[in-house]
């Protein structure tokens, strides 16, 4: 536990971990915009969860910035807050492309459960060696491809709002989930911790880039499409 708290500042992946800091400033302000628009619906839309994705994420690099929460595991660093970010805020992304077209809650509980198992399943891969390591690896990418499955299929089906203006962004959302985190398993594979083709430092490098792209546009994207939650002040 010293280890995990003791900070070690001054690196390059500090300078790298210091801009995905950055970056979910940005994610930060674009919610931040959404919450204030008083035209808006805010339960229809429940914005207020968006927010969680690029804050929490936003604290986890600023921790990796100072070399806050990453523990040294077999040789490898591990960045331990990266799972927690993970944990939290992939969630939110499964689960709100669902709350758009208003899919079935027990759908999305599924998604939201085998996404969990994912990420608790590749940290013990990261943090583990041997038959351990390659037996969650394994489980994590089941479950993730599960979840696909969820999102691509289940989803469509399940959804009880069928307005052409949800469906796009629905589309928008779960099509970004879809293309971006196939990247994941790839870097994981391509890692230090798996056959070592990359640098622990170009490791940092794409990650970064990854959590940013997979979350800050992910905001915009909603912040687009917000006219579908207006009040509808002329229905009366
Ligand atoms: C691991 C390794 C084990 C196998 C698989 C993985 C998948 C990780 C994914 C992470 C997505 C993260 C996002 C973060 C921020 O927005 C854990 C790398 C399948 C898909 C989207």
């Known amino acids: 536990i010293g280890d995990l708290l003791s900070p070690s500042l001054g690196g390059v992946d500090s ?17 931040t915009w959404l919450l204030r628009d008083g035209d808006l619906d805010a339960e229809a839309g429940k914005f207020r969860y968006l927010m969680i ?4 994420a936003g604290l986890s690099y600023a921790g990796m910035t100072l070399g806050i ?29 669902g709350h758009v077209v208003d899919v079935d809650r027990s759908v999305v509980l599924g998604a939201v459960g085998l ?20 037996g969650a690896f394994t489980v994590s990418t089941l479950a993730f ?5 969820v999102l691509f299929v289940q989803y469509p089906r399940r ?20 293309v971006l ?14 056959f070592g083709l990359v640098s622990t430092l170009g490791t940092a490098m ?24 207006r009040h509808e002040r002329d229905a009366v």
């Open 15 to 31: 300078v790298v971990y210091g801009v995905g800091t950055l970056g979910m400033l940005v994610g930060v302000v674009v919610v």
């Open 53 to 56: 994705i690029p804050a929490f």
């Open 69 to 97: 929460g990453v523990i040294s595991i077999n040789g490898y660093e591990v960045e331990g807050v990266r799972y927690l970010d993970w944990l939290v805020t992939t969630p939110v992304l499964v689960g709100y492309a």
């Open 115 to 134: 996404d969990a198992t994912m990420i608790l399943t590749g940290f013990v891969a990261t943090t583990t060696a041997g038959t351990l390591r390659w």
């Open 145 to 149: 491809l599960l979840m696909l499955y």
């Open 159 to 178: 959804a009880r709002a069928t307005s052409p203006e949800r469906k796009r962004l629905f589309l928008r959302l779960r099509n970004q989930v879809g």
């Open 181 to 194: 985190w196939l990247l994941y398993p790839v870097i994981w594979l391509a890692s230090p911790v798996g």
């Open 206 to 229: 794409l990650v970064t880039f990854m959590d940013v792209a997979a979350k800050v546009p992910y905001t915009w994207v909603v912040h687009e499409h917000r006219g579908i939650f």
